[in-house]
């Protein structure tokens, strides 16, 4: 068993990200092997991922506190807490906070991301 407290973990501002910030949980980095990644991303007010796609590994958001949209080329939707989304491996997506507040969620990769 590995316990992990959360403010000892390292933040790190992922790539082609603006206004996310990550600390990652559990993942390929930290000696947890390939098989899922985890991380909790909080997204300033007008944070955004900007559209990009993981070729490789499904993607799951769980939004803990505020609200996110999530979305591909032709829609998007509001995620609020708790709700989650499923991102296909191979689809494009972008997440974005477009609210005054920060927004804050749990993301799991299959496999690792990092």
Known sequence: MIIRDFEDLE??????????VNRLLAGRS?????AISVWHGRFEPGGTSG???????????????GEMVVGDEVSESVLRPLATVVIAAG???FIDNRSDAP???LVVSL???R
């Open 11 to 20: 933040e790190y501002l992922p790539a082609a990200h603006d206004g996310v």
């Open 30 to 34: 930290l000696g947890d092997g390939d």
């Open 51 to 65: 559209l990009h796609v993981h070729a490789d590994s499904v993607q799951i958001y769980v939004t803990l506190v």
């Open 91 to 93: 689809s494009p997506h």
């Open 103 to 105: 927004a804050e969620a």
């Open 111 to 113: 496999p690792a991301l």
